[in-house]
């Protein structure tokens, strides 16, 4: 019978970090050239880190990595800089989705506290090349949850032509209370018209629900991605 056979070398985080979790999440495009790896425990430290600490420590801020798929040497390549998270323990790649070309990227970071604790946070990159090569730029606004401890982000899809974008928030209980118990979730459906624009909102039905734990985008019609 058939069997599974490895593609090119085993891919490793460009700095590993102790316990970084590369690998934690991963989309591939749909012909397979082109791989996304999230790594959302990536420990790094910036001078506004030791300034507010008063002291060396590093934080979870989170990396994502791209590669493409060299016929000629049979390996894989980066495609891009790493993408690395903006906020102290926001744990950015914590999932992450490509378009079917693979030249657009959704990243999620759960624990991003920049509207609260655990609020979360997605962003969205295209891949532009240019003379000297290519790099990731921000398709639109960052995407911020409602309220602390909604963990909005928690997953991610985007749809095959990286136009329709779906992301869950686990713990949304539509106060920002800390009790996960009591969290029904919800997901976020937006669409992209010069910026991401919210389109459609489903909360679980019930407390507990976790509503959102996972989201996938799929093609309903040839021009009809929900």
């Keep these: 019978g ?19 979790k590369f690998g934690k999440s991963v989309s591939i495009s749909q012909d397979g050239s082109i791989v996304a790896i999230g790594c959302p425990a990536y420990q790094t430290q910036t001078a506004d880190d030791e300034h507010m600490t008063g002291k060396e420590e590093y934080f979870t801020r989170g990396v994502v990595e791209a590669f493409k798929y060299n ?23 914590h999932d992450v989705s490509l378009s079917d ?24 990159y295209k891949y532009v090349e240019d003379a000297v090569g290519g790099e990731w730029v921000q398709k ?13 982000g928690y997953s991610v899809s985007i749809s095959q032509d990286g136009s329709i974008l779906a992301v869950g928030a686990t713990g949304y209980d539509g106060e920002g209370n800390a009790s996960t118990n009591d969290s029904q979730g919800k997901t976020y459906v937006y669409k992209y018209d010069s910026d991401w624009i919210l ?28």
């Design 2 to 20: 058939s069997s599974w056979s490895r593609t090119g070398s085993r891919i490793r985080c460009f700095e590993p970090t102790p316990d970084d």
């Design 71 to 93: 016929e000629t040497s049979s390996d894989w390549d980066r495609l891009g800089s790493p993408i690395h998270g903006k906020i102290s323990h926001g744990q950015l790649g």
């Design 199 to 226: 389109i459609n909102t489903v909360e679980g039905p019930n407390l507990g629900d976790y509503f959102g734990y996972d989201v996938a985008t799929v093609k309903r019609t040839e021009n009809d991605d929900i």
């Design 140 to 152: 639109g606004s960052s995407l911020l949850g409602e309220y602390k401890y909604d963990s909005f």
């Design 101 to 124: 070309d693979g030249l657009t990227l959704a990243i999620a970071g759960h624990r991003d506290y920049e509207k609260g604790v655990l609020s979360g946070r997605v962003e969205v």
